[in-house]
């Protein structure tokens, strides 16, 4: 199975057409604006100073390659060709400023000369990745191919340092991310020196002295090099370069039917999906790390959840899915795309949460916070933002969502596979694929299909009632339908209640309330203080609402509330007083101040 | 009211003659094994040298002055007297190593000489005030005067330095202790230069250019130094540090009679007992610096509530009650007496924790622990430890345990309080006054009085009914009977739930179970694992069983239990099962091994 890409398909209506459309005429232009404010374009120049202001961090080419490649995949959707005279000038500066031999880094140009490729730590071969994956959209969206020379030359440079001279202090990186760019070059050039470097990246880790040497304990574990990757069973350490790992170990287990590569990948998504991973799919719970700590550790306020983090893992749930068409991947895309991806991004498109918590307590003060978070406590920032320092989630955003459409189908030989449901319509040349549907709102898709192949859609693992007269087979979480040009079916959404595993200490005693795939929360300003107040009745309704603040249903439940107590310590004497919950998506939450909010609910 | 000092009272029976008894046998002998063979008594010698192993620690002179403190009191119960030509030799080095004016300091001697009050932090003037309680301890128990002789030229050192000559680097300490310290010396000596010295200490804190230059935001705050003592009302920083320092100005509010001393410290009073203590008495649940954060944060797994900062709030508590008879006050020392200082010492006595949890997830292995607590959570160690690096704790619990008579009794001119209850006799040398009772195992109390003052007991906060059939009037909580030389009282003892505050995030939704003062917990050992399966059933019954492990009751609550769920998420269909839980006394948990614990249970 190979997905179709986004190219391929045009998004007509539905909350993901909303999120697209927001992300092109917003978004793209939020990051623009906060990247020329600070610097970030400019950069490119190469012309920065020792004590001048705006001194480059040596992660702003990813920065700045991320957002490209999220402007090129919105202008393949249709959108925003006037950035492009704008690209072309930073793809100049790029070609001005390289050296001889195809090198390009803004930070080891003009901030620590002379330092090329002795800094493991510091982003040198992930911002090479960024910029190679920016190069491979730009052409796809232009035609232009002069950016992608650049990076083809520069991957020849990095071929030569690390395979042909072996002459950089380090032998893979401190940060993941230019295996999977160099398979994505790989697929658009057919070099096979891309192909090799890659692979190189992916054997070498963990498995020689120079990755070994000077990190031990913490850092080995913390860059997935603590053994050789094909070694490898339970996700650990910084959870963005983990998945971008993981993802390009399950691409070259396809590519190179690599059994040992893909029982790898299959048990590290299975420690991460049945251990690791909050309700929202958001992963990596340690907030002082950014990283994966221990199995059923995910506490809710202090919850890292990196919004990057969520992206990487539906990067490595949609490449698992090309190995084995098996809905346990998809599931898991589906939970990523409608709750812990989303909810870094403000419902107005131009604010930004970098960590997505499952809780907040009562709001404060920002000294309060800080008081908290000097105890050893975390409490991060409690409204989205406008730009962080460290600015990798936003651009992250603008080149996911545009190209969200990566994520609906896929295809062989014999089946065309449909894996999200999104309402749109899909070129597949000879052959159209229509889908129609407002999940998740609602559960009915309509699938209209000009073409030979079969069909297959993914059950949703949260659905207890599927209506489909349509005959069909179910392997592995899909239903396939033979010789069909239109088949309509129904997955029953109605809000149920969710428990957490024994283990996750963080969510004794609580249910979560999810609806179809969304995942809900109570705020505080729609249900008064206390939160922790609150019990949803266990055998109560629940009732879908309209919702003011999205296009998805807000729910009402069946709850009690227990009085407040101010006292530290009271005899229990808690009468409860029967009340409605107003639940709202989890994405949603803190877009109407600094507000208490918990998913996880008392239940009675 | 003044206290009636411990070495007027004999403990006959009951809980805390146990404990004490345990110390003077057990406790003071493995203390004084552990800092023998981290070469802690040596190092009084002076004669370590750079580069040679057990290097003094800047605060290795308190841990000893502490155990000296605490044998000191034993042998004032007649205990340990064979000890004494150990401390004489001790003191002989002090003696001999001290310098010309007075100063003696073992790491500024040997580590940093010429360092000599520079270094703020480095508890110099904190190791002095444990070497003048030592002293003033071992004059009392032995008679010999040569200790305090050297501590007096040590305080006349001090004042000159600070108050003549103002020649430190700083005005007032980075640890507090010298303050009450210096009060406490006085009251021995009378010298109003001790009295003045402590005055110094107090009013130049927060309060001159020397103390705020250096220390800004947290470090300030860490260290009580943010502003004048007379306007803090919130209690902040460091737990010990910080009621340490309170103890100090409750005593000179109560010498001086300082009205703005006494408003500021019945302010920290009340912050701590009514937003920012434990319900074990715990204090300071800022796993990172050991501190007080905001009001209400007070996590079970990640408490910090250190063993010393326990036993400075009852040193604080016991002050407040000196300057107001309020059971207010005693209520508080009594939480912390069956709780939060006894759960610090192993049953065995010879095993310890710096810092004392209201709840144990599963023990995996140290390396889970520890990869947990590299991704930000803290989990602390699980079994008592015989020694820790930072050794505070231990010889703190020698003299507090040696010392706890001191919490019983006080006396003015016209009445005789009784704050707390232990069975034992009290000689007031003209009067007697013996307290016969079983609590807290039983709430039955005699007391038999010859003498003309009236008697005022105590009614412990958590009481819901008195049986008395003495007349008497009641007043800021303690019953005052007049004319009685025998009087029984009942305190109805009964298995109870008990609610937090709804601001207390970490333990919504849950109920503590206490019995008089004692709090109680789960342990897996008794309950099988998943505690957070379980649920209080708040009809239910809780019964008192006879304990394997304490001389108190266990008990056996009705409860349910919720089936192991092994799928990270499900859908909540859980039935419950009834069962009983057993609960031990919250002290006694880890006396077992390593086991999952709760104080905070689920509550149906």
Known sequence: MKKIGFDKVKLNSGLWKTLQTRNEETTIYAVKDRFEETGRFKAFSCDWREGEDKKPHFFWDSDVAKWIEGVA???????????????????????????????????????????????????????????????????????????????????????????TENSASFMTPGHEEIELALVKLY??????????????????????????????????????????????????????????????????ARINNDAALRTACESLFDDISKRKMYITGGIGSGFSTECFTVPYDLPNNEAYAETCAAISLAM???????????????????????????????????????????????????EYDRQMNAGGRHRTIRERAKIFGCSCCPPNINRFFAAVGDYICGC?????????????????????????????????????????RRIAVRCPEWCRKIICHVPHTTRKGYMYFENTDCLEVEFEIRPRLVRAASAVIADSGCTAVMCGPVVYCAEAVDNGDNIGDLYILKDGKINTVESTLTELCDLEADGARMAEQRELYADYMAELEPCKIRLIPYYAFANRGASEMRVWLNIR
């Open 73 to 163: 995949y919105s202008m393949i959707n249709g959108k925003n060709r006037e950035q492009e005279a704008f690209i072309d000038s930073i793809v100049d500066m790029i070609e001005t400023n390289r050296y001889d031999d195809g090198y390009f880094n803004i930070y080891y140009t003009v901030c620590e000369k002379g330092k090329r490729w002795t800094e493991r730590y510091n982003h040198e071969l992930y911002c090479a990745g960024h910029l190679i994956e920016a190069a491979i959209a730009y052409k796809k969206a232009t035609g232009k191919d002069k950016f992608l020379k650049l990076m083809f030359d520069y991957a020849d440079c990095i071929y030569k340092t690390f395979v």
């Open 316 to 366: 490595f749930g949609q490449r698992m899915l090309e190995l084995d068409v098996d809905s346990k991947y998809s599931d898991v895309v589906e939970k990523v795309l409608y709750n812990g991806i989303i909810s870094g991004l403000s419902l107005g498109g131009d604010a930004f949460f970098y960590e997505n918590p499952l809780a907040y307590d009562k709001p404060v003060s920002a």
């Open 187 to 252: 697929e658009e050039t057919g070099e096979p020196r891309h192909l090799e470097l890659a692979e190189f990246f992916i054997d070498k880790r963990g498995n020689n002295d120079k990755d070994l040497e000077d990190e031990c304990g913490v850092n080995c574990l913390y860059i997935q090099a603590h053994k050789p990757v094909r070694e490898q069973r339970e996700a650990v350490g910084h959870a963005v370069r983990a998945c971008y790992l993981y993802s390009a170990m399950a691409d070259l």
């Open 412 to 452: 062989d030989e014999e089946t065309v596979y449909i894996h999200q449901f999104m309402d749109c319509d899909i070129n597949l040349g000879d052959e159209s694929l229509k889908i129609e549907t407002q999940y998740p709102r609602d559960g009915k898709i309509k699938i209209t299909y000009s073409g030979g």
